[in-house]
């Protein structure tokens, strides 16, 4: 009996000790959502990625992917790599144009094992480009209610502007998702037409906000998107949706 317990110690020891396989994951997406109809580079950092084989996409067949880089990956704003992931790849995606909008499933074949994801996909009717300069209340960008813009916080301290117009009483839900929880920490703050304070939501049921108003009076209401800790940079893009609640 004594040596069975003993042999019983001995193996819980070994497991113990035995170290964990890595396996292949995914930690940040840029940017962070695609548009129906086109072809984008896309890059995608994790854990186990540098010897990707293929990227398959289980429910989406005529999405189409063709891996184009593999590499190690820099620090993110100091963060460290255990968290980030230490290797990304670049791949070039082609999306038909009636591909369906909403989460597009994807997989990354690598010999550490399958790393999956889910990636946002706009309609081409509804995204609208970034653009800069919208860094303030007198460089403002217009939305209308129903679009969605793929934006990116360039730097320390950027904040992205946003203006939509609305009626009294209207209610609007903005929403941003981030291409990772990791890099990214979204912030969304809303103003009215005269800079006063209406607004705002750091973290929702994740790391990324969801704003929800009653516009208060006719006109415009401004929207500001930045880090939550005043980081920017690569690894930083967002998509942003604003619509009016049902």
């Avoid at 890059?43 to 005529?62: H, M, N, S, V, Y």
């Avoid at 994807?106 to 946002?120: E, Q, S, V, Y």
């Amino acid at each position: 009996m004594k040596c069975a317990v003993i042999m019983l110690v001995l193996a819980a020891c070994a497991a113990a000790q035995e170290p964990k396989k890595e396996v292949a994951a995914i930690a940040a997406l840029e940017p962070a959502a695609l548009v129906t109809g086109g072809t984008a580079t896309m890059k995608i950092r994790g854990f186990k990625l540098k010897d990707a084989t293929e990227i398959r996409f289980p429910k989406a067949p005529g999405v189409k992917a063709v891996v184009k880089e593999k590499k190690d990956a820099g620090q993110v704003n100091g963060l460290d790599n255990k968290a980030t992931g230490d290797t990304q790849i670049v791949a070039e995606f082609t999306l038909p144009a009636d591909l369906p909008a909403g989460p597009l499933e994807f997989t990354i074949a690598t010999p550490a094992g399958d790393a999956a994801a889910k990636i946002p996909v706009v309609a081409a009717s509804e995204a609208v480009e970034e653009k800069e300069p919208n860094n303030g209340f007198r460089e403002t960008q217009k939305l209308a209610l129903g679009q969605s813009i793929v934006g990116s916080i360039n730097g320390e301290r950027d904040v992205d502007v946003y203006e939509i117009t609305v009626k009294a009483g209207q209610k609007i839900r903005a929403t941003v998702t981030g291409g990772s929880a990791v890099t990214m920490d979204a912030a969304l703050t809303c103003y009215d037409a005269r800079g006063q304070f209406l607004a705002s939501c750091d973290d929702a049921e994740t790391r990324d906000p969801v704003l929800s108003l009653t516009a208060p009076a006719d006109g415009p209401l401004l929207l500001c998107i930045s880090d939550a800790h005043d980081k920017g940079g690569e690894w930083h893009s967002y998509l942003f949706t604003v619509e009016e609640a049902k």
